[in-house]
């Protein structure tokens, strides 16, 4: 099921190409799709190179975040492969999927991103969905939730994350530019890191994973 999961997720984000390009030409230069669905193919050509013998989640992450990482420019592409390259460290083939094992993933993820690309929450970036998933796995916020709620909440943290990027300014990458003419629109990458993370929820439910 690890590479079914990739699959679902990076065939989606393909399918997101022209919603993702069109957010980028508001406030960017209207590439982020594109950049997307070139991380995507590569990913999937990728993973049909891993031998499934020696297969675990730690090793596809890693795997997920080198092919982006050779194949996407611009600002996304390093960014979210640095984070899916770090955060592969924190799985292995014992890894479960809780809420502990989720937030130590999202807190390497975010770490990478932020040492490269030195952006903070309210930055309008990617971030601005990623930092709330992350506080929304907190031990504190799912004691005594299932992984299906822990997993809901997380989603409507992402969404609000997207929510709260129209209304504020960008202060990173290509959209800083044009500063307080931002205010209004979706940052384009907070939108990929929402979709790349309800597709993975919604292949998860639709498996009866969780
Ligand atoms: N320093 C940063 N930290 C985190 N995310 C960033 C940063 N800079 C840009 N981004 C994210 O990258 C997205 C744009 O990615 P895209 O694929 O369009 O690359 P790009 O056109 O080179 O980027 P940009 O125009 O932002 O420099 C933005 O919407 C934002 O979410
Ligand atoms: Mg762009």
Redesign the pocket.
């Known amino acids: 099921m690890l590479k079914e999961t990739v699959k679902f997720v990076a065939n989606a984000i393909i399918a997101e190409k022209n919603h ?1 390009t069109m ?2 030409t508001k ?10 669905a070139r991380g995507a193919t590569a990913v999937l050509e990728a993973i049909e190179e891993l031998d499934d013998n020696d297969l675990n989640a730690g090793v596809l992450c890693n795997a997920v975040g080198q092919a982006i990482i050779m194949n ?6 390093p ?1 979210y492969g640095t984070g899916f390259v770090e955060a592969s460290k924190t799985l292995d083939e014992n890894s479960n999927l809780d809420a502990e094992t989720l937030a130590k993933f999202f807190e390497t993820a975010i770490a990478g ?2 040492r ?4 903070k929450k309210g ?7 990623l930092i709330p998933i992350y506080e929304s796995l907190q031990a504190d916020k799912t004691k005594d939730k299932s992984i299906d709620e822990v997993l809901d909440d997380a989603l409507t943290a992402a969404r609000e994350g997207v929510e709260f ?1 129209k209304t504020i300014a ?1 202060k ?5 530019y044009i500063g307080e003419r931002s205010i209004g629109f979706e ?7 929402m979709i790349i993370f309800r597709t993975f929820c919604q292949f998860l439910k639709d498996n009866k994973l969780v």
Not at 27 to 36: V, W, Y
Request: glycine letters at 20%.
């Open positions: 993702l957010l980028d406030i960017g230069d209207g590439d982020h799709g594109l950049n997307m996407v420019g611009g600002a996304a592409g960014l991103i932020q490269r690309g030195h952006a930055d309008k970036t990617m971030l601005d969905t990027t960008a990173r990458g290509r959209a800083s940052d384009p990458g907070a939108v990929s890191s």
